[in-house]
Protein backbone atom coordinates (compact mmCIF):
# COMPACT_ATOMS: atom_id res chain seq x y z
CA UNK A 1 0.00 0.00 0.00
CA UNK A 2 1.49 3.38 -0.73
CA UNK A 3 -0.43 5.47 2.03
CA UNK A 4 2.96 7.93 2.54
CA UNK A 5 3.59 11.05 1.15
CA UNK A 6 7.22 11.76 1.86
CA UNK A 7 8.67 14.02 -0.57
CA UNK A 8 7.10 16.55 -2.64
CA UNK A 9 8.70 18.15 -5.90
CA UNK A 10 9.03 21.57 -7.01
CA UNK A 11 11.12 23.80 -9.65
CA UNK A 12 14.00 25.11 -8.29
CA UNK A 13 16.26 25.56 -11.66
CA UNK A 14 13.72 26.68 -14.52
CA UNK A 15 14.90 26.50 -18.58
CA UNK A 16 15.37 30.15 -19.09
CA UNK A 17 17.93 30.26 -15.61
CA UNK A 18 20.27 27.54 -17.39
CA UNK A 19 22.04 29.29 -20.57
CA UNK A 20 25.68 30.72 -21.19
CA UNK A 21 24.28 33.72 -22.79
CA UNK A 22 20.53 34.88 -23.74
CA UNK A 23 20.27 33.43 -26.41
CA UNK A 24 22.30 30.20 -26.17
CA UNK A 25 20.64 26.89 -24.00
CA UNK A 26 22.99 24.19 -22.50
CA UNK A 27 21.87 20.71 -21.47
CA UNK A 28 22.49 19.42 -17.91
CA UNK A 29 24.97 16.62 -17.59
CA UNK A 30 26.50 16.88 -13.66
CA UNK A 31 25.45 18.49 -10.54
CA UNK A 32 26.47 19.16 -6.78
CA UNK A 33 25.38 21.32 -3.64
CA UNK A 34 28.07 22.74 -1.23
CA UNK A 35 25.42 24.20 1.84
CA UNK A 36 23.37 26.76 -0.65
CA UNK A 37 25.38 27.11 -3.58
CA UNK A 38 24.29 24.94 -6.24
CA UNK A 39 26.75 23.78 -8.82
CA UNK A 40 25.86 22.63 -12.24
CA UNK A 41 27.58 21.39 -15.24
CA UNK A 42 26.73 21.29 -18.92
CA UNK A 43 27.31 19.18 -21.83
CA UNK A 44 28.76 22.33 -22.63
CA UNK A 45 32.15 22.33 -20.49
CA UNK A 46 30.04 24.91 -18.87
CA UNK A 47 30.19 25.18 -14.37
CA UNK A 48 27.40 27.64 -13.46
CA UNK A 49 27.30 28.73 -10.31
CA UNK A 50 23.48 29.45 -8.34
CA UNK A 51 22.82 30.56 -4.88
CA UNK A 52 19.86 28.53 -3.71
CA UNK A 53 17.46 30.00 -1.59
CA UNK A 54 14.02 28.95 0.30
CA UNK A 55 10.86 30.84 0.19
CA UNK A 56 7.45 30.02 1.68
CA UNK A 57 5.04 28.16 -0.34
CA UNK A 58 1.09 29.43 -0.56
CA UNK A 59 -0.54 25.98 0.93
CA UNK A 60 2.36 23.92 2.37
CA UNK A 61 3.94 23.88 5.40
CA UNK A 62 7.53 22.68 2.98
CA UNK A 63 9.19 25.77 1.50
CA UNK A 64 10.25 26.06 -2.11
CA UNK A 65 13.89 26.25 -3.05
CA UNK A 66 14.54 28.95 -5.56
CA UNK A 67 18.02 29.31 -7.54
CA UNK A 68 20.01 32.24 -8.65
CA UNK A 69 22.90 32.26 -10.94
CA UNK A 70 26.11 34.24 -9.35
CA UNK A 71 28.91 32.81 -11.52
CA UNK A 72 29.27 30.90 -14.84
CA UNK A 73 32.82 29.39 -15.97
CA UNK A 74 33.61 28.13 -19.55
CA UNK A 75 36.34 25.04 -19.46
CA UNK A 76 38.71 25.16 -22.29
CA UNK A 77 37.68 21.70 -23.80
CA UNK A 78 33.70 22.70 -24.07
CA UNK A 79 33.95 19.27 -23.61
CA UNK A 80 31.08 17.74 -21.32
CA UNK A 81 31.62 18.19 -17.43
CA UNK A 82 30.99 15.24 -16.57
CA UNK A 83 31.66 15.18 -12.58
CA UNK A 84 31.55 17.93 -9.86
CA UNK A 85 32.59 17.35 -6.44
CA UNK A 86 32.96 19.57 -3.79
CA UNK A 87 35.48 19.56 -0.55
CA UNK A 88 34.01 22.05 1.45
CA UNK A 89 36.39 22.22 3.67
CA UNK A 90 38.81 23.22 1.50
CA UNK A 91 36.68 25.68 -0.30
CA UNK A 92 37.54 23.68 -3.88
CA UNK A 93 35.60 22.01 -6.80
CA UNK A 94 37.34 18.81 -8.15
CA UNK A 95 35.71 18.23 -11.55
CA UNK A 96 36.28 15.45 -14.77
CA UNK A 97 35.72 16.87 -17.80
CA UNK A 98 37.31 15.26 -20.80
CA UNK A 99 38.68 12.43 -18.36
CA UNK A 100 40.64 14.97 -17.10
CA UNK A 101 40.19 15.56 -13.43
CA UNK A 102 40.89 19.26 -12.05
CA UNK A 103 40.40 21.60 -9.17
CA UNK A 104 39.15 24.84 -8.81
CA UNK A 105 38.44 27.57 -6.37
CA UNK A 106 34.63 27.11 -4.85
CA UNK A 107 33.70 30.73 -4.65
CA UNK A 108 35.41 32.23 -8.24
CA UNK A 109 35.06 28.70 -10.55
CA UNK A 110 39.37 29.51 -11.14
CA UNK A 111 41.45 26.93 -11.33
CA UNK A 112 44.12 26.46 -8.56
CA UNK A 113 47.36 26.63 -10.68
CA UNK A 114 49.63 24.29 -8.19
CA UNK A 115 47.09 21.36 -7.83
CA UNK A 116 48.26 18.86 -10.09
CA UNK A 117 45.30 17.53 -13.27
CA UNK A 118 44.90 13.93 -13.75
CA UNK A 119 44.22 12.71 -16.97
CA UNK A 120 42.70 9.45 -18.35
CA UNK A 121 39.96 9.70 -15.28
CA UNK A 122 36.49 8.07 -15.66
CA UNK A 123 34.95 8.66 -12.42
CA UNK A 124 36.28 10.02 -9.00
CA UNK A 125 34.56 9.34 -5.50
CA UNK A 126 35.03 11.47 -1.86
CA UNK A 127 34.92 9.41 1.23
CA UNK A 128 31.75 9.85 2.51
CA UNK A 129 32.73 8.95 6.13
CA UNK A 130 36.71 9.81 6.67
CA UNK A 131 38.78 8.31 8.79
CA UNK A 132 41.17 11.08 8.86
CA UNK A 133 41.16 13.93 11.63
CA UNK A 134 43.27 16.22 9.52
CA UNK A 135 40.41 19.63 8.63
CA UNK A 136 42.65 20.26 5.67
CA UNK A 137 42.69 16.99 3.81
CA UNK A 138 39.68 15.12 2.34
CA UNK A 139 40.43 11.62 0.80
CA UNK A 140 39.12 11.10 -2.94
CA UNK A 141 39.50 7.76 -4.74
CA UNK A 142 39.71 7.74 -8.13
CA UNK A 143 39.50 5.71 -11.45
CA UNK A 144 41.35 5.65 -14.32
CA UNK A 145 41.27 3.92 -17.64
CA UNK A 146 43.15 1.26 -16.05
CA UNK A 147 42.70 -1.94 -13.97
CA UNK A 148 42.85 -0.32 -10.59
CA UNK A 149 41.64 2.28 -8.17
CA UNK A 150 44.22 4.94 -6.58
CA UNK A 151 43.55 6.93 -3.43
CA UNK A 152 44.36 10.62 -3.07
CA UNK A 153 45.42 13.05 -0.01
CA UNK A 154 43.40 16.30 -0.97
CA UNK A 155 44.72 19.22 -0.06
CA UNK A 156 43.43 22.69 -0.28
CA UNK A 157 46.74 23.52 -3.14
CA UNK A 158 47.90 20.01 -4.12
CA UNK A 159 46.63 16.72 -4.87
CA UNK A 160 49.15 13.76 -3.36
CA UNK A 161 48.73 10.14 -4.55
CA UNK A 162 48.69 7.19 -1.47
CA UNK A 163 48.48 3.96 -2.53
CA UNK A 164 47.23 1.81 -5.83
CA UNK A 165 44.80 -0.32 -5.10
CA UNK A 166 44.49 -3.06 -7.99
CA UNK A 167 41.20 -4.59 -9.52
CA UNK A 168 40.71 -7.27 -12.23
CA UNK A 169 39.07 -5.22 -14.36
CA UNK A 170 38.57 -1.11 -14.88
CA UNK A 171 35.98 -0.12 -13.05
CA UNK A 172 33.08 1.69 -14.28
CA UNK A 173 31.61 3.57 -10.92
CA UNK A 174 32.21 3.31 -7.07
CA UNK A 175 31.39 4.51 -3.66
CA UNK A 176 33.64 4.90 -0.56
CA UNK A 177 32.83 5.00 3.10
CA UNK A 178 35.06 4.56 5.89
CA UNK A 179 37.74 2.07 4.71
CA UNK A 180 35.75 0.33 2.17
CA UNK A 181 35.20 1.45 -1.86
CA UNK A 182 32.43 -0.36 -3.50
CA UNK A 183 33.41 -1.18 -6.89
CA UNK A 184 31.40 -1.81 -10.42
CA UNK A 185 33.10 -3.57 -12.97
CA UNK A 186 31.21 -4.92 -16.41
CA UNK A 187 30.53 -8.49 -15.08
CA UNK A 188 30.53 -7.97 -11.25
CA UNK A 189 30.72 -6.09 -8.04
CA UNK A 190 33.39 -5.79 -5.60
CA UNK A 191 34.05 -4.56 -2.01
CA UNK A 192 37.70 -3.62 -1.60
CA UNK A 193 39.13 -2.64 2.24
CA UNK A 194 41.13 -0.39 1.43
CA UNK A 195 44.03 -1.25 4.34
CA UNK A 196 44.68 -5.02 2.88
CA UNK A 197 44.10 -4.26 -0.63
CA UNK A 198 41.51 -7.30 -0.92
CA UNK A 199 38.73 -7.40 -2.74
CA UNK A 200 35.31 -9.84 -1.81
CA UNK A 201 33.15 -10.33 -5.41
CA UNK A 202 29.68 -9.48 -4.65
CA UNK A 203 27.50 -10.76 -7.23
CA UNK A 204 27.80 -10.82 -10.67
CA UNK A 205 25.83 -8.89 -13.47
CA UNK A 206 25.96 -7.97 -17.30
CA UNK A 207 26.44 -4.28 -17.79
CA UNK A 208 24.92 -4.24 -20.93
CA UNK A 209 21.62 -5.23 -19.21
CA UNK A 210 22.05 -3.82 -16.18
CA UNK A 211 23.59 -0.42 -15.49
CA UNK A 212 26.13 -0.53 -13.00
CA UNK A 213 24.74 1.78 -10.22
CA UNK A 214 26.21 1.75 -6.23
CA UNK A 215 25.25 4.39 -3.65
CA UNK A 216 26.45 4.43 -0.06
CA UNK A 217 23.03 4.58 2.29
CA UNK A 218 24.62 4.81 5.53
CA UNK A 219 25.11 2.27 8.42
CA UNK A 220 28.12 0.13 6.20
CA UNK A 221 26.08 -0.18 4.22
CA UNK A 222 25.54 0.35 0.02
CA UNK A 223 22.45 -0.27 -2.54
CA UNK A 224 23.78 -1.80 -5.84
CA UNK A 225 22.11 -1.79 -9.14
CA UNK A 226 21.53 -5.95 -9.98
CA UNK A 227 19.72 -7.89 -12.63
CA UNK A 228 16.19 -7.87 -13.21
CA UNK A 229 15.73 -4.19 -11.73
CA UNK A 230 16.91 -5.38 -8.16
CA UNK A 231 18.17 -3.28 -5.77
CA UNK A 232 20.60 -4.96 -3.23
CA UNK A 233 22.02 -4.70 -0.83
CA UNK A 234 25.62 -4.73 0.87
CA UNK A 235 27.42 -4.22 3.91
CA UNK A 236 31.30 -3.65 3.61
CA UNK A 237 31.52 -7.10 5.00
CA UNK A 238 29.96 -8.62 1.93
CA UNK A 239 26.87 -9.78 3.20
CA UNK A 240 22.89 -8.54 3.01
CA UNK A 241 20.99 -8.02 5.50
CA UNK A 242 18.02 -6.75 4.15
CA UNK A 243 15.29 -8.20 1.04
CA UNK A 244 15.98 -6.45 -1.91
CA UNK A 245 14.08 -3.28 -3.73
CA UNK A 246 12.67 -3.57 -6.68
CA UNK A 247 12.99 -1.01 -9.08
CA UNK A 248 12.33 -1.08 -13.22
CA UNK A 249 15.19 -1.95 -15.38
CA UNK A 250 15.69 1.24 -16.75
CA UNK A 251 16.93 3.22 -12.90
CA UNK A 252 19.45 5.47 -13.98
CA UNK A 253 19.76 7.53 -10.57
CA UNK A 254 19.90 6.83 -6.63
CA UNK A 255 19.59 8.87 -3.36
CA UNK A 256 19.34 8.28 0.07
CA UNK A 257 17.11 9.95 2.92
CA UNK A 258 16.47 8.25 5.91
CA UNK A 259 14.46 5.84 5.63
CA UNK A 260 13.84 6.15 2.11
CA UNK A 261 15.73 5.22 -0.98
CA UNK A 262 14.88 6.94 -4.18
CA UNK A 263 15.53 5.75 -7.37
CA UNK A 264 15.25 7.54 -10.52
CA UNK A 265 13.67 5.62 -14.17
CA UNK A 266 12.15 6.11 -17.45
CA UNK A 267 8.93 7.79 -15.93
CA UNK A 268 9.13 7.73 -11.96
CA UNK A 269 11.04 8.70 -9.18
CA UNK A 270 10.01 5.68 -6.56
CA UNK A 271 10.41 6.13 -2.99
CA UNK A 272 11.52 2.66 -1.19
CA UNK A 273 11.74 2.31 2.81
CA UNK A 274 14.75 0.22 4.05
CA UNK A 275 12.86 -1.29 6.55
CA UNK A 276 10.36 -3.08 5.32
CA UNK A 277 11.87 -2.49 1.26
CA UNK A 278 8.38 -1.84 0.18
CA UNK A 279 6.91 1.18 -2.64
CA UNK A 280 5.78 3.89 -0.42
CA UNK A 281 5.74 6.82 -3.25
CA UNK A 282 5.45 7.03 -7.25
CA UNK A 283 6.33 10.59 -8.20
CA UNK A 284 5.72 11.15 -12.04
CA UNK A 285 8.67 12.52 -13.11
CA UNK A 286 9.71 11.87 -17.11
CA UNK A 287 12.79 12.83 -19.02
CA UNK A 288 14.82 12.19 -15.66
CA UNK A 289 18.86 12.55 -15.93
CA UNK A 290 19.98 13.24 -12.40
CA UNK A 291 18.84 12.68 -8.92
CA UNK A 292 21.29 13.11 -6.02
CA UNK A 293 21.15 13.66 -2.21
CA UNK A 294 23.57 16.75 -1.37
CA UNK A 295 24.23 17.13 2.43
CA UNK A 296 20.58 16.53 2.82
CA UNK A 297 19.14 18.35 0.15
CA UNK A 298 17.66 15.71 -2.24
CA UNK A 299 18.04 17.16 -6.75
CA UNK A 300 16.66 16.23 -9.41
CA UNK A 301 17.09 16.84 -12.99
CA UNK A 302 16.09 16.85 -16.86
CA UNK A 303 18.53 17.96 -18.98
CA UNK A 304 17.41 21.42 -18.44
CA UNK A 305 15.87 22.13 -14.95
CA UNK A 306 16.27 21.25 -11.58
CA UNK A 307 13.59 20.33 -9.28
CA UNK A 308 14.04 19.71 -5.53
CA UNK A 309 12.74 17.12 -3.52
CA UNK A 310 11.27 17.96 -0.29
CA UNK A 311 10.43 15.90 2.40
CA UNK A 312 7.23 16.02 4.05
CA UNK A 313 7.59 16.11 8.04
CA UNK A 314 7.83 12.56 9.21
CA UNK A 315 4.82 13.72 11.73
CA UNK A 316 2.50 14.58 8.60
CA UNK A 317 3.68 11.68 7.20
CA UNK A 318 3.15 9.88 10.40
CA UNK A 319 -0.69 11.41 10.77
CA UNK A 320 -1.98 10.32 7.17
CA UNK A 321 -0.88 6.58 7.53
CA UNK A 322 -2.59 6.32 11.11
CA UNK A 323 -5.53 8.47 9.29
CA UNK A 324 -5.80 5.23 7.05
CA UNK A 325 -5.45 2.84 8.95
CA UNK A 326 -1.86 1.48 8.84
CA UNK A 327 -0.89 1.10 11.61
CA UNK A 328 2.21 -1.08 11.64
CA UNK A 329 3.81 1.46 8.84
CA UNK A 330 3.30 4.11 10.78
CA UNK A 331 4.84 2.39 13.98
CA UNK A 332 7.94 1.43 11.32
CA UNK A 333 8.17 4.53 9.95
CA UNK A 334 8.36 6.04 13.74
CA UNK A 335 11.01 3.53 14.86
CA UNK A 336 13.36 3.61 11.90
CA UNK A 337 13.15 7.43 12.61
CA UNK A 338 14.09 7.65 16.02
CA UNK A 339 16.89 5.31 15.24
CA UNK A 340 17.98 8.35 13.31
CA UNK A 341 18.42 10.06 16.31
CA UNK A 342 17.00 11.07 19.77
CA UNK A 343 14.94 13.67 18.23
CA UNK A 344 12.29 11.56 17.04
CA UNK A 345 12.07 9.71 20.31
CA UNK A 346 9.19 11.39 21.94
CA UNK A 347 7.36 11.37 18.04
CA UNK A 348 8.04 7.62 18.38
CA UNK A 349 6.06 7.68 22.01
CA UNK A 350 3.19 9.74 20.61
CA UNK A 351 2.99 7.13 17.54
CA UNK A 352 2.65 4.46 19.85
CA UNK A 353 -0.24 6.24 21.80
CA UNK A 354 -1.76 7.22 18.76
CA UNK A 355 -1.35 3.79 17.19
CA UNK A 356 -3.00 2.75 20.13
CA UNK A 357 -6.14 4.62 19.79
CA UNK A 358 -6.49 3.36 16.01
CA UNK A 359 -6.51 0.09 17.41
CA UNK A 360 -8.63 0.17 20.56
CA UNK A 361 -11.31 1.80 17.87
CA UNK A 362 -11.18 -1.97 16.33
CA UNK A 363 -11.47 -3.26 19.29
CA UNK A 364 -7.90 -4.69 18.98
CA UNK A 365 -7.51 -4.88 23.26
CA UNK A 366 -4.27 -6.93 23.33
CA UNK A 367 -2.53 -4.80 20.43
CA UNK A 368 -3.86 -1.60 21.87
CA UNK A 369 -3.01 -2.23 25.59
CA UNK A 370 0.92 -2.98 24.11
CA UNK A 371 1.25 0.27 22.36
CA UNK A 372 -0.42 2.22 25.05
CA UNK A 373 2.07 0.50 27.88
CA UNK A 374 4.97 0.98 25.27
CA UNK A 375 3.81 4.77 24.77
CA UNK A 376 3.51 5.11 28.84
CA UNK A 377 -0.24 6.27 28.38
CA UNK A 378 -1.20 8.67 31.01
CA UNK A 379 -4.43 6.21 31.70
CA UNK A 380 -6.88 9.10 32.06
CA UNK A 381 -7.01 9.39 28.27
CA UNK A 382 -8.87 6.32 28.38
CA UNK A 383 -11.20 7.25 31.45
CA UNK A 384 -12.06 10.26 29.57
CA UNK A 385 -13.76 7.82 26.51
CA UNK A 386 -16.31 6.94 29.64
CA UNK A 387 -18.65 9.87 29.89
CA UNK A 388 -18.56 10.75 33.84
CA UNK A 389 -15.64 8.15 35.05
CA UNK A 390 -13.53 11.47 36.06
CA UNK A 391 -14.67 12.91 39.25
CA UNK A 392 -16.05 16.42 38.88
CA UNK A 393 -13.14 18.20 40.73
CA UNK A 394 -10.20 16.65 38.23
CA UNK A 395 -8.02 19.18 36.30
CA UNK A 396 -7.10 16.43 33.73
CA UNK A 397 -7.36 17.74 29.86
CA UNK A 398 -7.49 15.41 26.74
CA UNK A 399 -4.51 15.05 24.74
CA UNK A 400 -6.09 16.08 21.24
CA UNK A 401 -3.33 15.14 19.24
CA UNK A 402 -3.86 11.36 20.28
CA UNK A 403 -7.42 10.87 18.49
CA UNK A 404 -10.42 12.13 17.00
CA UNK A 405 -12.42 9.53 18.34
CA UNK A 406 -15.88 10.14 20.59
CA UNK A 407 -16.55 8.53 24.03
CA UNK A 408 -16.99 4.66 24.07
CA UNK A 409 -20.72 5.38 23.68
CA UNK A 410 -20.19 6.44 20.07
CA UNK A 411 -17.83 3.67 19.72
CA UNK A 412 -20.34 1.10 20.48
CA UNK A 413 -22.57 2.13 18.12
CA UNK A 414 -25.67 0.93 20.08
CA UNK A 415 -23.97 -2.62 20.23
CA UNK A 416 -24.10 -3.84 24.51
CA UNK A 417 -21.54 -6.35 23.88
CA UNK A 418 -19.06 -3.89 22.29
CA UNK A 419 -19.56 -1.42 24.96
CA UNK A 420 -18.89 -3.98 27.49
CA UNK A 421 -15.85 -4.51 26.08
CA UNK A 422 -14.97 -1.60 26.24
CA UNK A 423 -15.78 -0.94 29.55
CA UNK A 424 -13.75 -4.20 30.66
CA UNK A 425 -10.61 -3.16 28.64
CA UNK A 426 -10.68 0.10 30.46
CA UNK A 427 -11.22 -1.30 33.68
CA UNK A 428 -8.42 -3.91 33.16
CA UNK A 429 -6.01 -1.24 31.65
CA UNK A 430 -6.40 1.07 34.57
CA UNK A 431 -6.15 -1.43 37.56
CA UNK A 432 -2.81 -3.29 35.53
CA UNK A 433 -1.16 0.05 35.23
CA UNK A 434 -2.30 1.86 38.38
CA UNK A 435 1.22 1.42 40.16
CA UNK A 436 3.10 3.46 37.29
CA UNK A 437 0.77 5.84 36.68
CA UNK A 438 1.99 8.18 39.52
CA UNK A 439 0.54 8.59 42.78
CA UNK A 440 -0.45 12.53 41.49
CA UNK A 441 -2.98 10.59 39.00
CA UNK A 442 -4.40 8.39 41.76
CA UNK A 443 -7.62 9.87 42.70
CA UNK A 444 -9.05 10.41 39.05
CA UNK A 445 -8.34 6.76 38.32
CA UNK A 446 -9.02 5.37 41.38
CA UNK A 447 -12.56 6.83 41.35
CA UNK A 448 -12.79 5.75 37.54
CA UNK A 449 -12.05 1.98 39.18
CA UNK A 450 -14.71 2.28 41.81
CA UNK A 451 -16.92 2.87 39.11
CA UNK A 452 -16.67 0.48 36.92
CA UNK A 453 -16.21 -2.08 39.18
CA UNK A 454 -19.54 -1.13 40.37
CA UNK A 455 -21.30 -2.28 37.30
CA UNK A 456 -19.75 -5.55 37.04
CA UNK A 457 -21.30 -8.85 39.09
CA UNK A 458 -19.86 -10.06 41.85
CA UNK A 459 -18.71 -6.95 43.16
CA UNK A 460 -15.56 -9.38 45.18
CA UNK A 461 -13.51 -6.82 43.26
CA UNK A 462 -14.89 -3.73 44.06
CA UNK A 463 -15.01 -4.54 47.31
CA UNK A 464 -11.60 -5.80 47.62
CA UNK A 465 -10.61 -2.19 45.71
CA UNK A 466 -12.65 -0.32 48.13
CA UNK A 467 -10.68 -1.80 51.53
CA UNK A 468 -7.10 -1.44 49.71
CA UNK A 469 -5.31 1.02 52.06
CA UNK A 470 -3.87 2.94 48.74
CA UNK A 471 -7.17 3.83 47.15
CA UNK A 472 -7.64 7.94 46.97
CA UNK A 473 -11.08 7.87 44.97
CA UNK A 474 -13.02 11.08 45.43
CA UNK A 475 -15.75 10.02 48.04
CA UNK A 476 -18.72 11.98 47.60
CA UNK A 477 -18.78 11.64 44.24
CA UNK A 478 -17.98 7.46 44.66
CA UNK A 479 -20.74 7.23 46.89
CA UNK A 480 -23.00 8.96 44.69
CA UNK A 481 -21.98 6.45 42.05
CA UNK A 482 -22.38 3.79 44.49
CA UNK A 483 -26.27 4.74 45.43
CA UNK A 484 -27.40 5.06 42.18
CA UNK A 485 -26.29 1.76 41.05
CA UNK A 486 -27.55 -0.14 44.46
CA UNK A 487 -24.07 -1.35 45.83
CA UNK A 488 -25.11 -0.31 49.49
CA UNK A 489 -23.21 -2.75 50.93
CA UNK A 490 -20.08 -0.60 49.17
CA UNK A 491 -21.16 2.28 49.95
CA UNK A 492 -20.53 0.66 53.71
CA UNK A 493 -17.20 -0.08 52.82
CA UNK A 494 -16.16 3.30 51.97
CA UNK A 495 -17.50 5.21 54.57
CA UNK A 496 -15.66 2.37 57.18
CA UNK A 497 -12.04 2.82 55.11
CA UNK A 498 -12.35 6.50 54.98
CA UNK A 499 -13.26 6.23 59.71
CA UNK A 500 -16.98 6.96 58.88
CA UNK A 501 -17.42 4.32 60.94
CA UNK A 502 -21.29 5.13 62.55
CA UNK A 503 -22.76 6.31 58.99
CA UNK A 504 -21.00 2.67 57.40
CA UNK A 505 -22.85 0.83 60.06
CA UNK A 506 -26.38 2.54 59.67
CA UNK A 507 -25.84 1.61 55.87
CA UNK A 508 -25.46 -1.89 56.70
CA UNK A 509 -28.19 -1.61 59.27
CA UNK A 510 -30.77 -0.14 56.23
CA UNK A 511 -29.48 -3.67 54.35
CA UNK A 512 -30.34 -6.01 57.23
CA UNK A 513 -33.37 -4.36 58.23
CA UNK A 514 -34.17 -4.54 54.19
CA UNK A 515 -34.67 -0.33 54.24
CA UNK A 516 -32.25 -0.78 50.75
CA UNK A 517 -31.50 -3.97 49.05
CA UNK A 518 -28.38 -5.43 47.46
CA UNK A 519 -27.21 -8.46 46.69
CA UNK A 520 -24.82 -8.12 49.26
CA UNK A 521 -25.66 -8.24 53.03
CA UNK A 522 -23.48 -8.01 55.99
CA UNK A 523 -24.31 -10.42 58.60
CA UNK A 524 -24.80 -9.46 62.26
CA UNK A 525 -21.93 -11.06 63.03
CA UNK A 526 -19.77 -9.04 60.77
CA UNK A 527 -21.39 -5.54 62.28
CA UNK A 528 -20.67 -6.60 65.90
CA UNK A 529 -17.48 -7.45 64.75
CA UNK A 530 -16.53 -3.90 63.18
CA UNK A 531 -17.58 -2.08 66.17
CA UNK A 532 -15.94 -3.97 68.36
CA UNK A 533 -12.75 -4.15 65.75
CA UNK A 534 -13.31 0.00 66.06
CA UNK A 535 -12.83 0.45 69.65
CA UNK A 536 -15.21 3.79 68.94
CA UNK A 537 -17.30 3.62 72.52
CA UNK A 538 -19.49 6.03 70.90
CA UNK A 539 -19.98 3.74 67.89
CA UNK A 540 -21.10 0.87 70.69
CA UNK A 541 -23.86 2.99 71.83
CA UNK A 542 -25.29 3.83 68.94
CA UNK A 543 -24.96 0.46 67.33
CA UNK A 544 -26.14 -2.14 70.65
CA UNK A 545 -29.75 -1.39 71.11
CA UNK A 546 -30.18 -2.13 67.39
CA UNK A 547 -28.20 -5.03 67.06
CA UNK A 548 -29.97 -6.45 70.86
CA UNK A 549 -33.66 -6.11 69.05
CA UNK A 550 -31.99 -8.26 66.13
CA UNK A 551 -30.21 -11.18 68.81
CA UNK A 552 -30.20 -10.55 71.88
CA UNK A 553 -26.93 -13.21 72.70
CA UNK A 554 -24.91 -11.56 69.71
CA UNK A 555 -25.82 -7.92 71.25
CA UNK A 556 -24.69 -8.42 74.50
CA UNK A 557 -21.45 -10.14 72.92
CA UNK A 558 -20.73 -6.62 71.98
CA UNK A 559 -20.03 -6.00 75.97
CA UNK A 560 -18.55 -8.88 76.31
CA UNK A 561 -15.97 -8.55 73.57
CA UNK A 562 -14.94 -5.08 74.23
CA UNK A 563 -11.32 -4.50 75.52
CA UNK A 564 -11.29 -1.38 76.95
CA UNK A 565 -13.24 0.60 80.64
CA UNK A 566 -16.70 1.87 79.70
CA UNK A 567 -17.39 4.91 80.75
CA UNK A 568 -20.74 4.09 81.95
CA UNK A 569 -22.75 0.97 82.62
CA UNK A 570 -24.76 -0.96 79.73
CA UNK A 571 -26.80 -2.89 82.89
CA UNK A 572 -29.82 -0.32 81.96
CA UNK A 573 -30.03 -1.14 78.14
CA UNK A 574 -29.22 -4.88 78.54
CA UNK A 575 -32.31 -4.78 81.35
CA UNK A 576 -34.58 -3.68 78.61
CA UNK A 577 -34.09 -6.16 75.98
CA UNK A 578 -33.06 -9.27 78.75
CA UNK A 579 -34.84 -10.22 81.60
CA UNK A 580 -33.39 -10.06 85.11
CA UNK A 581 -33.35 -13.46 86.22
CA UNK A 582 -31.24 -13.86 82.54
CA UNK A 583 -28.74 -11.43 83.22
CA UNK A 584 -28.19 -12.59 87.02
Known sequence: MMGVKAFELSLTVERGKLSASKSKTVNISCMELSASTLYIGSTEGLIIQFALTESPRSGSGNPD????????????????????????????????TDNT???????????????????????????????????????????????????????????????EIPLPDPPLTLAWQDRTICVALSYVYLMVDVDTLKAQELFPYDSDDTRPIVK????????????????????????????????????????????????LDAEYVTVHSVADQRLK???????????????????????????????VPVEAQIERLLAEGAVEEALLLAENCRSAGDRFTATHRQVQLQAGFVR????????ASTLFASGSLDARELVALYPGLLPANSTFTRTEQLHQLGDINIMAKG?????????????????????????????????????????????????????????RCELEECLEWLERRGCFYAMGVLYATRRHNLRAVEMWEGLVDGR??????????????FVVASGEELLLWSVCEWLLSRDQELGASLFVSWHTELSKSPDDILESFIPSRLLN
Request: hydrophobic share 40%; with cysteine; aromatic share 8%.
Open 360 to 367: LAESQFLE
Open 65 to 96: IRAEQLLSMQCASRKPIQQIKCASALQRLVIV
Open 516 to 529: VTDSEVPSLEYIRD
Open 216 to 263: YVGSDEFVLGGPSGLGIFASSSGSSQRPPLQWTETVCGLAYAHPYVLA
Open 415 to 471: NKDVLAGYKEFILNYLVDTRPAQGELRFQDIDTAVVKLYSELEPRDKLIEFIEDKSN
Open 101 to 163: LVMLNQDALEIVPTAQKLKNVLTCVLNERPCTEDPFCVEMCVAFRRKAVTIYDVRANRLAALR
Open 281 to 311: QSIPFVGGTLLGDYEGTLLVATQREVYSLTP
